[in-house]
């Protein structure tokens, strides 16, 4: 039996335009998956995996928004809590922010990254939350966020990238040949990773290969909720939405033939599931779970 616990952690939660998190999904079919309020936005979880393994190791799989922004920029943004609110989960596990060994980040945009930083606090700069981690972060989805589109630069956080190489303990993940799995010299074997385009460059998908009931996959923006798991859905800031829908079914496929758990990190309910697919190819979330604690 896997000595491996995997549990779901609540960081800030977050508002955002439905429409935009929907692409071209009609309002009269989403608002009956998420119901937005009177400024058209919808609820948002930003969920972190906590994984403990055999080797006592305590690694976060994303941070979650976390509290970093400014007020002006925290209401346009729709995030709801003024405190960190992850560093309040993990305390009620008994874990403090130096408990932290390995912070794994999908990607760099500020509601999957921003949790890394401290809170706010006028006149104060930035700092990390985790003073011992090791960072792994895909080397494209790096590079993407040193040198971002103007499409969407808005979504990277300047400050981020320097803070994370000073700590000397960065590691970039290079995309693997096609059709092979990446993996991390930090986390080391039991970790892999598939490589995504669709959403934004370098998209990193993690693995744990030996969760308690089975592998277990961490879909951060490729399906960041159960209505998402329906192939054609895909949100308005996704860069390749044609693209997204082809890595997701091939995903979802391996999933499927595994008998694979999921984790949802912005679903406002669901922490993960497993994925049925009827006979005429539809994807759907099964075997639904609301909290994460498997130990």
Not at 268 to 293: C, H, N, V, W, Y
């Amino acid at each position: 039996m896997s000595s491996t616990q995997v549990y779901s952690i609540s960081g800030n939660t977050q508002k955002l335009d439905g429409g935009a998190m929907f692409g071209n999904c009609p309002k009269n079919l989403w608002e009956k998956w998420a119901p937005p309020d009177p400024q058209n936005r919808i609820e948002l979880a930003c969920r972190a995996m906590l994984v403990r393994d055999d080797r006592g190791r305590h690694m976060l799989f994303e941070t979650g928004i976390g509290a970093f922004f400014e007020p002006k920029l925290k209401d346009r943004f729709g995030v709801i809590e003024r405190e960190h609110v992850l560093v309040g989960s993990l305390a009620e596990l008994g874990l403090a922010p130096k408990d932290i060994d390995i912070v794994v980040l999908s990607h760099l945009h500020f509601d999957h990254a921003g949790g890394v930083l401290s809170e706010w606090r006028e006149g104060e700069p930035l700092g990390l939350v985790f003073p011992r981690a090791h960072y792994v972060v895909g080397a494209r989805a790096w590079e993407r966020a040193i040198h971002p589109h103007f499409r969407d630069r808005a979504s990277f956080i300047p400050e981020l990238q320097p803070l994370l190489e000073a700590t000397g303990r960065l590691e970039l993940v290079p995309t693997p040949d096609t059709g092979a799995f990446a993996t991390s010299k930090t986390l080391g074997e039991g970790f892999r990773f598939v490589m995504s385009e669709g959403h934004t460059p370098g998209l990193m998908l993690g693995t744990v290969e030996h969760g308690p009931h089975g592998p277990i996959t961490f879909l951060g923006d490729l399906v960041p909720g159960v209505p998402w798991v329906h192939l054609p859905i895909t949100m308005g800031y996704d860069r390749y939405p044609e693209l997204l829908i082809e890595e997701k079914r091939k995903l979802l496929d391996r999933v499927v033939a595994g008998n694979e758990w999921v984790f949802y990190t912005h679903d406002p309910r669901i922490a993960a599931s497993r994925i049925g697919k009827d006979d005429k190819g539809k994807f759907s979330a099964t075997e639904a779970i609301e909290q994460l604690a498997w130990s």
